[in-house]
C-alpha cells in the first residue's frame, strides 16, 4: 500500500467534490459527480453504531458526498459478507465496514480490493486483505485516561477491581494494557485485582461477587460500561451500591460512554466513563473515504486532529482521542451516548 502525506481536515474538504467530478460521471458516483460510498455495519439496533451513522450521514452530507442506506448484518457474519456482495455490485466510491467477525469479512474485503473500491474499517482492522484506513478509538490511551482518573479519585491508594475486556481482542488488551501500566507508573500505592470477562456479563458479575464480597474494594474500573447492570446488581445486594459522597460508596469508571452510563453519571452513582467518539468515527471514516476514493494515500506518524497514524498489518490505522466523561460534561452533545 502507498503512503503518501498525511491529511488534515483541511486537505480532505479540499478534494472531496473536485477529487471525483472534473472526470464526469464515474463509476461510485450518481450524476451529478458526488462522491457515493457504501456502509456495512454489525447491528442497526445498537444505539452507539447508529449514532456513528447519524455522524457519518451528517459530515458526509456537509463535504458532498451521499452514504447508501446501511446494511445491517444483525451480527451474523455470514449476511455482513452478503450485504458487502450486493454494496459492491453497485459499484460505489469506497465503503465503511464495521466488522462483526474480524477474520470472517477478508474474503469481502479481498473482493473489494480486486474491484479496486478503498475499504474503510471503522473499530477494529480486518484480520487480512488491504483497507486504505482503519479508524477507531485509542484504547490504550482510554485505559490511561480511565487510570488516571481513577487514581485522582482515590488519591492515589486503595484497591480496584479491573473487570478485563477479551483479552485476545485487540480492544480488550490495549484497554488494559493502558489502565494497569498507568497504575503500575503513576499509582504504585493502588493495588490492582484484574479479573478477566471476555467481555461476558455473567463472568463480570461472578468477578465483582467473589471480590468485593471478600476484599475491601475502593473502585471498580470495567473495560466497558457495558457491565454495569450486572455491577448495579452485585453492589446493590451487598449493600455497596452507595452514591458518590456517601460512606461506603465504591468509585466507577468505565469506557465507551453508553446512555445507561452517562445517566449513573447524573444520579451520581458513577464516577466517570471514558466515551467512545462516535462522531469522530464518522467525520473520519467519511473524509478517509472520500481521500481514497479520489486516490489519496497516508504514512504513519502525527495527524492535525490530535491523533496518532500508525501501521498495521491491513495497512494503516488512525487512533482517535476519546473524552473523559464526568459530572461537569455529561450533557455535552457531542457525545454518542446522548444522541437522539
Known amino acids: 500500500m ?5 491529511l488534515g481536515s483541511a486537505a480532505l474538504l479540499s478534494i472531496g467534490m473536485a477529487g471525483c467530478a472534473s472526470t464526469g460521471q464515474t463509476s461510485g458516483s450518481d ?15 445498537d444505539p452507539f453504531q447508529l449514532a456513528m451513522i447519524d455522524y457519518a450521514e451528517q459530515f458526509a452530507d456537509e463535504e458532498g458526498a451521499s452514504i447508501m ?20 455490485t453497485q459499484s460505489p466510491s469506497a465503503i465503511i465496514v464495521a466488522p462483526v467477525d474480524a477474520k470472517a469479512i477478508v474474503p469481502s474485503i479481498t473482493k473489494a480490493n480486486q474491484q479496486n473500491v478503498p475499504v474503510i474499517s471503522i473499530d477494529q482492522a480486518p484480520g487480512g486483505g488491504e483497507v486504505a484506513m482503519v479508524v477507531r478509538a485509542d484504547n490504550e490511551g482510554m485505559g490511561r485516561t480511565g487510570c488516571e482518573e481513577m487514581g485522582r479519585l482515590l488519591e492515589g491508594s486503595g484497591t480496584v477491581l479491573e473487570l478485563q475486556g477479551e483479552l485476545s481482542s485487540a480492544n480488550g488488551l490495549d484497554r488494559s494494557t493502558g489502565f494497569s501500566e498507568c497504575m503500575a507508573e503513576n499509582f504504585p500505592d493502588i493495588t490492582v485485582v484484574q479479573k478477566p470477562t471476555d467481555w461476558q456479563m455473567d463472568r463480570a458479575t461472578d468477578a465483582v461477587q467473589t471480590v468485593v464480597s471478600t476484599q475491601d474494594v475502593d473502585g471498580i474500573f470495567m473495560a466497558s460500561d457495558y457491565f454495569i447492570p450486572g455491577v448495579q446488581k452485585v453492589l446493590t445486594s451487598l449493600d455497596r451500591w452507595v452514591a458518590t459522597g456517601e460512606d461506603g460508596h465504591i468509585t466507577l469508571v468505565g469506557i465507551d460512554g453508553a446512555p445507561d452510563a452517562l445517566q449513573l ?24 473515504a ?7 494515500t497516508f504514512q504513519a506518524g ?3 486532529h490530535d491523533s496518532e497514524i500508525i501501521e498495521v498489518e491491513t495497512g494503516l490505522a488512525d487512533l482517535l482521542p476519546a473524552p473523559l466523561v464526568t459530572s461537569e ?8 451516548g446522548n444522541a437522539k
Open 302 to 304: 502525527p495527524t492535525d
Open 290 to 296: 472520500i481521500a481514497a476514493a479520489a486516490g489519496e
Open 2 to 6: 502507498m503512503r503518501g502525506a498525511v
Open 329 to 336: 460534561n455529561v450533557d455535552d452533545d457531542i457525545l454518542w
Open 69 to 88: 442506506s446501511p446494511t445491517n448484518a444483525d451480527s451474523d457474519p455470514a449476511k455482513q459478507t452478503t450485504d458487502i456482495q450486493t454494496t459492491l
Open 31 to 45: 450524476g451529478d459527480g458526488d462522491v457515493v460510498i457504501g456502509m456495512s455495519v454489525a447491528k442497526l439496533t
Open 265 to 288: 453519571i447524573r444520579d451520581g452513582y458513577q464516577d466517570a466513563t471514558v466515551s467512545q467518539p462516535a462522531n469522530l468515527y464518522g467525520e473520519w471514516a467519511v473524509k478517509y
